[in-house]
Nanobody
Framework: VQLQASGGGLVQAGGSLRLSCVAS????????VGWYRQAPGKERELVAA???????NYARSVKGRFTISRDNGKNMVFLQMTSLKPEDTAVYYC?????????????????WGQGTEVTVSS
């Protein structure tokens, strides 16, 4: 399974970006998904997550500004980011718990995308 993230870029404070992440491979089911970010000199942190049942969880710093969503038919996860702030500058990573295989053999594992860089200028 591969996760490919895209949509990062340079944006002014107050602007918006939409990150996308597409999963490919022998996917049987995508379970929990999430977006994480890592700013220079800081640890990777959870930004937003969504369970397979649709329950969402957001970091306090982004609540009300970011929205996580998914398109199960296309194996895609999105992060809509609005009212961006300079402190949102980071590399953003998508994450997914994916079940691979077929009815004869299923394996569930955790996968990471390669990261997409978001820079918010003041």
């Amino acid at each position: 399974v591969q996760l490919q993230a895209s949509g990062g870029g340079l944006v002014q404070a107050g602007g918006s970006l939409r990150l996308s992440c597409v999963a490919s491979g022998r996917i049987f089911n995508i379970n929990d998904v999430g977006w994480y970010r890592q700013a220079p000199g800081k640890e990777r942190e959870l930004v937003a997550a969504q369970t397979s049942g649709g329950i969402t969880n957001y970091a306090r710093s982004v609540k009300g500004r970011f929205t996580i969503s998914r398109d199960n038919g296309k194996n895609m996860v999105f992060l809509q980011m609005t009212s961006l702030k300079p402190e949102d500058t980071a590399v953003y990573y998508c994450n997914a718990v994916v079940t691979v295989g077929d009815d004869s053999a299923l394996v569930t594992d955790n996968y990471w995308g390669q990261g997409t860089e978001v820079t918010v200028s003041s």
